[in-house]
């Protein structure tokens, strides 16, 4: 308990090559190092979670060629989803055996430290055990879906902040009939991305850092 | 005789649907081996053989929903 959490920005990065990355990560905490937070964007790209129905994919795929949007399988729950730049993507890659081996407590405090990096900006947000992901009002702001390879977990959170959210009417996000907003659309304000990740860690550092001093 | 048993996955999760066996009854596996894929509503995770043998019997198929604690495989 108590390790250090390192923090690597990668900012724009291919979906598909965070994924390396990640496993990379992973295969470094699983044998003893310490837990990181990969934060970075993607580029245009539908990813499938295990959970994706095709019929979530609402748009043509000569659609999504010309807007240059990727499609990318993705070994996280959850059913599609999308990321573009705008949207600040936190990976988690942290081993749960040091902390209680409970996933639900993990999503919970993945959800909890969206919902306070949002509340920065004055907006009310709240996770939603049913639904899983993060909301502000009856939108949906951030998704979640994560892997775990013997405790430890990859893949995590996506919080639109100036995400285009036009792109979001080429899915059915989440497999779900939802608006997605975003920070821009909810306050006006366009961040800095990388003023968003560094308030994002903040909060998450602070949630994690909590959890290990009570534990 | 070894089982593969799913294990407790913390607070409010009860169950997980198997994607997929990356092994077949009959087959050898390892320690190393992740044997099986399941996910919940939002996480996908591995569970690995806690012991070398062969796979006997698989008790949950693709698809199907297990209960935390219920044996997925048998290994001898």
Redesign the interface.
């Not at chain 2, 294990?7 to 999760?13: M, Q, T, Y």
């Given at each position: 308990m108590g390790k250090q959490m390192r923090v690597i920005q990668a900012g724009l990065i291919e979906y598909t090559k965070a994924l390396e990355v990640q496993k990379d990560l992973v295969r470094g905490v699983q044998a003893g190092g310490e837990d990181v937070l990969l934060l970075c964007e993607h580029p245009a790209t539908l990813t499938l979670g295990r959970a994706t129905r095709p019929q979530n994919i609402l748009a043509p795929r000569e659609e999504l060629v010309r807007r240059g949007v990727a499609v990318a399988e993705a070994d996280r729950g959850g059913d599609v989803t999308l990321h573009a730049p705008g949207q600040l993507v936190a990976y988690p890659v942290m081993d749960l055996k040091r902390r209680g081996r409970d996933l639900g407590a993990y999503l919970r405090k993945l959800e909890q430290a969206s919902v306070d990096f949002l509340a920065d900006f004055g907006i009310v947000a709240q996770g939603d055990d049913s639904r899983r992901g993060v909301w502000a009002g009856r939108a949906k702001i951030a998704s979640i879906g994560i892997g775990v390879s013997r405790w430890v977990t990859y893949h995590g959170v996506g919080v639109n902040v100036t995400t285009d959210l036009t792109l979001f009417r080429l899915i059915r996000p989440c497999g779900l009939d939802v608006a997605m907003t975003s920070v821009k659309e909810l306050t006006g304000r366009a961040p800095a991305m990388a003023d968003a990740a560094e308030g994002f860690v903040q909060h998450f550092s602070r949630i994690f850092h909590d959890e290990d001093r009570s534990s | 005789m070894t089982k593969i048993v799913l294990?407790?996955?913390?607070?409010?999760?009860t169950q997980a649907r198997v994607?997929r066996w990356n092994f077949r009854e009959g087959q050898q596996v390892t320690p190393a081996d992740?044997v099986v894929?399941l996910?919940?509503?939002?996480?996908?995770?591995?569970v690995?053989a806690p012991a070398s043998g062969a796979i006997t019997r698989i008790y949950y198929k693709e698809g199907q929903e297990a209960p935390v604690g219920a044996v997925l495989a048998d290994l001898a």
């Open positions: - | 294990p407790e996955l913390g607070e409010g999760i994607v992740d894929e996910v919940t509503d939002k996480a996908v995770f591995n690995p």
